[in-house]
Nanobody
Framework: QVQLVESGGGLVQAGGSLTLSCTASGDIFSINTMGWFRQGPGKQREFVATMSSGGSTTYTPSVEGRFTISRDNARNTVYLQMNTLKPEDTAIYYC????????WGQGTQVTVSS
């Protein structure tokens, strides 16, 4: 059984920074993809960023250049460094893992004030 636990959300002013982390536990195949999705108020859940265990990264255009994803493969932990935050980044951020199955965390709230 796989569990993902996110942390690091909070309230920040526009232009500020936050770092999210997510640690996966359980029987996880070493070759996998971890990353982040988000869901803002009144919006659909959307892709933010992913990173494979081999180091390949993908970002949605709206965050590229501002957010950086990284991971510690040995600990099955993924991070999201968020810089130059904007009010439109306000959302619940969900951790994601894929290893032939999809797993989701419970989410952590990020609120960016103008």
């Amino acid at each position: 059984q796989v569990q993902l636990v996110e942390s690091g959300g909070g309230l920040v002013q526009a232009g500020g920074s936050l770092t999210l982390s997510c640690t996966a536990s359980g029987d996880i195949f070493s070759i996998n993809t971890m990353g982040w999705f988000r869901q803002g108020p009144g919006k659909q859940r959307e892709f933010v960023a992913t990173m494979s265990s081999g180091g390949s990264t993908t970002y949605t255009p709206s965050v590229e250049g501002r957010f950086t994803i990284s991971r510690d493969n040995a600990r099955n932990t993924v991070y999201l460094q968020m810089n130059t935050l904007k009010p439109e980044d306000t959302a619940i951020y969900y951790c994601y893992l894929y290893d032939d199955y999809d797993y989701w965390g419970q989410g952590t709230q990020v609120t960016v004030s103008s």
